[in-house]
Each structure stands twice: as structure tokens, then as C-alpha cells.
């Protein structure tokens, strides 16, 4: 992977996390707050299964 690839990648996902903040920063802000209620093993949990999921997602495209 070179440096062009691993700087789009990270573009993209800031392009991604900054969708729902603009489009309806309403309901962001009730998820986030959702997510402040919740405790570390479930975030934790939550983190690992979205690390698993991409890991998954980057072996099958690659």
C-alpha cells in the first residue's frame, strides 16, 4: 500500500463520519448521547466487532 492510498483511505473516512453530523445533526447528537450512556465493555465490544468488520471488508476486496 503506498502513502497515496492509506491518505485517500483516510479522507474517505472523514468524508463519511462528517455525513450524519451535517445532514442531521439532530439525530447525531441524540446517538452520541446514546453512546455516552453506554458502559467501556460495551464500547469496547462495539470498537472490536467494527475493527473485525473492516479487517473482514479489506481482506475480501483485497
Do not use: H, K, Y
Not at 503506498?2 to 450524519?20: K, P, Y
Request: proline share 3%; net charge neutral.
Amino acid at each position: 500500500m503506498d502513502s497515496d492510498t492509506f491518505w485517500s483511505a483516510l479522507a474517505l473516512v472523514l468524508v463519511i463520519e462528517g455525513l450524519l453530523p451535517f445532514l442531521s445533526p439532530g439525530s447525531w447528537r441524540r446517538g452520541f448521547n446514546q453512546l455516552m450512556q453506554l458502559r467501556d465493555g460495551q464500547l469496547r465490544f462495539f470498537g472490536l466487532c467494527s475493527i473485525v468488520l473492516g479487517l473482514f471488508l479489506l481482506w475480501l476486496l483485497g
